[in-house]
């Protein structure tokens, strides 16, 4: 059975971003080549290049959401090329897409990829460990990846439904959960991007922004998944 790898797509910043949260023992990131590179045992015991390459998007989507969750400027990591390595030992792929990346400059005190050291008892692999057998968790890691108010707002309803479900109360404060509802209903807020065309309540009296929505559906989320250890 031969070492399978998926070429990763995307800014090398972004890329270091999904293995600083990534701590799986099943899953890796190697640089071969002068390539980001993408392993996994799953991936080696299938036969098809077009399915390790399906498998291998499926996991980069929660691994990207976990990723934008944590840092709203990630820009999504994708693949395109299945490789092997020949018989002179150099890597010999098959692409199904081509992809183009930009070139950007930002600052972030994170591990590069070139290290070993890894966070320990990660809380984000934590995540993604749950995404693998909870649809629950897997749906909301893809909804991160765009951040709008709908997508927030299909979070908050995805624990909001499993909370009921479980019998447990809320975990975050009404008057908190009334101003982010409120506020993504209302298009006398914040326009066209609102779940409604028209709005007949009335307007909430100190409304939130979407960075501070983005930030209390993370802490909301956070809170719900401590719940699922």
Known sequence: MSKKYVGLIGDSMDIQDLDYILNDDNWKINFIENKYLLSS??????????????????????????????????????????YTINEQNKLQGTAFMS????????????????????????????????????????????Y????????????????????????????????EISRFTRTANDNKIIGEKARHATYDNESHNNPMDINSARKFILDYFEKWIELKE
């Open 99 to 142: 992809g183009k990346s930009t070139g950007r400059s930002r600052f972030r005190a994170t591990l590069t990829i070139e290290s070993n050291e890894k966070v320990s008892e990660n809380k984000y692999q934590k995540w993604i460990d749950k995404a693998k057998t909870d649809s629950n968790v897997r749906e909301i890691l893809h």
């Open 41 to 82: 045992s799953f991936l080696d015991s299938i036969n098809s290049e077009y399915e390790i390459l399906l498998k291998a998007k499926q996991f980069l989507d929660i691994l990207n959401g976990a990723a934008k969750a944590i840092y709203n400027n990630h820009i999504y990591i994708t693949a395109n090329t299945v």
């Open 144 to 175: 991160f990846n765009n951040q709008d108010w709908w997508n927030l707002y299909k979070i908050y309803e995805i624990i909001r439904k499993d909370l009921k479900k479980s019998g447990m109360s809320n975990l975050v404060s009404k008057n």
